[in-house]
C-alpha cells in the first residue's frame, strides 16, 4: 500500500473546502435573489399590474391544452379529492376495527386541515404553476430575453420574478378553498354513500372538532408555501443555463427543491402554531 502523501492529503482538503465555499456562495446567491425579489413587489403594483393580471388568469385557468380541463385549480381539486376519499377509506374501517366508526367525521375535521390539505396542495402548486414558471424563465434566459429585458430598461426580476411570486399568492386561495371544499366533500361522500354512516352522525362529530382557528392557521401555511414555492422556482428558471437540457434541469431542480421546502414550511409552522399540545381536546 502505498502511503498518502501530506500534498495528497493537502489537495483533498483543499478540494473538500473549495466544496463547502462553493455551496455557502450558491446559498448566499439565492438568499439574496429572494430578498431583491419580495422587495421588487411594490414595483409589479406600480408599474407592471397588466402583466400581473394576464398571470393571474394564466396561473389558475391554465393556457392551451391545460386550460381545456380548467387549469391549476381543477387539477388541485382532483388532488385533494381523492386524498379526501381516502380519508372515508382509510378512517372508517380502522375506526371500525375499534367500534369507533363514527369518528370519521373527526378524522376528516382535523387531517384535511391540519396536514393533507396545505400538502397537497402545495404538491400540486409545485407540479403546474411553479414547474410552468421555472420553463418559462428558463427559456427566456436561453433564448437572451432576459437580458434583452434589461437593456430595454425593464426591471427584469420585478417583471418576472416578483409577478409571479405575488399571482402565486393570490392564486393559492380561491385555490386552497377549493382543495379544502373538495377533500371535505369526499370524505362525507364517502361516509356516508359508500359506508352507509347517517348524515346526522357524521356531521356532528365533523362540526365538533371543527375548528375555524385551524382553518384560518390553514390558510395562512398555504400562503406561506406558495411564497416558498414560487421563489424558489423563480430562481431557477432566472438562473438556467446549457440550452434546452439545462431548462429541463431547472425544472427537475426546483421542483425537487420546492417540494422539501413546502414539507419543512409545514412540518415548522405546524410546530409554531399548534406546540406540543396542538390544540387539541379530544371532547364532545
Given at each position: 500500500?502505498?502511503?498518502?502523501?501530506?500534498?495528497?492529503?493537502?489537495?483533498?482538503?483543499?478540494?473538500?473546502?473549495?466544496?463547502?465555499?462553493?455551496?455557502?456562495?450558491?446559498?448566499?446567491?439565492?438568499?439574496?435573489?429572494?430578498?431583491?425579489?419580495?422587495?421588487?413587489?411594490?414595483?409589479?403594483?406600480?408599474?407592471?399590474?397588466?402583466?400581473?393580471?394576464?398571470?393571474?388568469?394564466?396561473?389558475?385557468?391554465?393556457?392551451?391544452?391545460?386550460?381545456?380541463?380548467?387549469?391549476?385549480?381543477?387539477?388541485?381539486?382532483?388532488?385533494?379529492?381523492?386524498?379526501?376519499?381516502?380519508?372515508?377509506?382509510?378512517?372508517?374501517?380502522?375506526?371500525?376495527?375499534?367500534?369507533?366508526?363514527?369518528?370519521?367525521?373527526?378524522?376528516?375535521?382535523?387531517?384535511?386541515?391540519?396536514?393533507i390539505?396545505?400538502?397537497?396542495?402545495?404538491?400540486?402548486?409545485?407540479?403546474?404553476?411553479?414547474?410552468?414558471?421555472?420553463?418559462?424563465?428558463?427559456?427566456m434566459?436561453?433564448n437572451?430575453?432576459?437580458?434583452?429585458?434589461?437593456?430595454?430598461?425593464?426591471?427584469?426580476?420585478?417583471?418576472l420574478?416578483?409577478?409571479?411570486?405575488?399571482?402565486?399568492?393570490?392564486?393559492?386561495?380561491?385555490?386552497?378553498?377549493?382543495?379544502?371544499?373538495?377533500?371535505?366533500?369526499?370524505?362525507?361522500?364517502?361516509?356516508?354513500?359508500?359506508?352507509?354512516?347517517?348524515?346526522?352522525?357524521?356531521?356532528?362529530y365533523?362540526?365538533?372538532?371543527?375548528?375555524?382557528?385551524?382553518?384560518?392557521?390553514?390558510?395562512?401555511?398555504?400562503?406561506?408555501?406558495?411564497?416558498?414555492?414560487?421563489?424558489?422556482?423563480?430562481?431557477?428558471?432566472?438562473?438556467?443555463?446549457?440550452?434546452?437540457?439545462?431548462?429541463g434541469?431547472?425544472?427537475?431542480?426546483?421542483?425537487?427543491?420546492?417540494?422539501?421546502?413546502?414539507?419543512?414550511?409545514?412540518?415548522?409552522?405546524?410546530?409554531?402554531?399548534?406546540?406540543?399540545?396542538g390544540?387539541?381536546?379530544?371532547?364532545?
Open positions: 500500500m502505498t502511503a498518502t502523501t501530506p500534498s495528497k492529503r493537502y489537495g483533498r482538503l483543499q478540494n473538500s473546502f473549495r466544496g463547502w465555499v462553493a455551496g455557502l456562495t450558491r446559498i448566499g446567491t439565492q438568499a439574496r435573489f429572494y430578498f431583491y425579489t419580495l422587495g421588487s413587489i411594490k414595483d409589479v403594483l406600480l408599474h407592471y399590474r397588466v402583466e400581473l393580471i394576464r398571470l393571474i388568469a394564466q396561473m389558475s385557468l391554465g393556457v392551451g391544452a391545460l386550460a381545456v380541463i380548467g387549469g391549476t385549480v381543477v387539477i388541485v381539486g382532483f388532488l385533494t379529492l381523492s386524498t379526501g376519499a381516502l380519508v372515508a377509506v382509510q378512517g372508517y374501517n380502522q375506526f371500525a376495527d375499534v367500534g369507533v366508526e363514527a369518528l370519521t367525521g373527526f378524522a376528516s375535521a382535523y387531517f384535511n386541515v391540519r396536514l390539505g396545505p400538502v397537497i396542495a402545495g404538491i400540486g402548486l409545485a407540479a403546474t404553476i411553479g414547474a410552468g414558471a421555472t420553463a418559462q424563465l428558463g427559456a434566459r436561453i437572451e430575453e432576459i437580458d434583452a429585458l434589461e437593456v430595454m430598461g425593464v426591471r427584469s426580476i420585478a417583471y420574478a416578483s409577478s409571479r411570486v405575488l399571482a402565486g399568492v393570490i392564486v393559492v386561495i380561491p385555490l386552497y378553498c377549493v382543495a379544502v371544499l373538495s377533500a371535505f366533500w369526499a370524505a362525507r361522500f364517502g361516509t356516508i354513500v359508500v359506508y352507509g354512516q347517517s348524515s346526522g352522525v357524521y356531521d356532528h365533523f362540526e365538533t372538532f371543527l375548528n375555524s382557528t385551524d382553518i384560518i392557521w390553514s390558510f395562512f401555511q398555504a400562503i406561506a408555501m406558495a411564497v416558498a414555492i414560487m421563489l424558489v422556482h423563480t430562481y431557477y428558471g432566472f438562473t438556467a443555463t446549457g440550452g434546452p437540457a439545462g431548462v434541469e431547472a425544472v427537475g431542480r426546483a421542483v425537487r427543491t420546492s417540494l422539501i421546502t413546502a414539507v419543512l414550511v409545514v412540518l415548522f409552522l405546524s410546530l409554531a402554531i399548534y406546540g406540543q399540545s390544540n387539541f381536546h379530544l371532547a364532545g
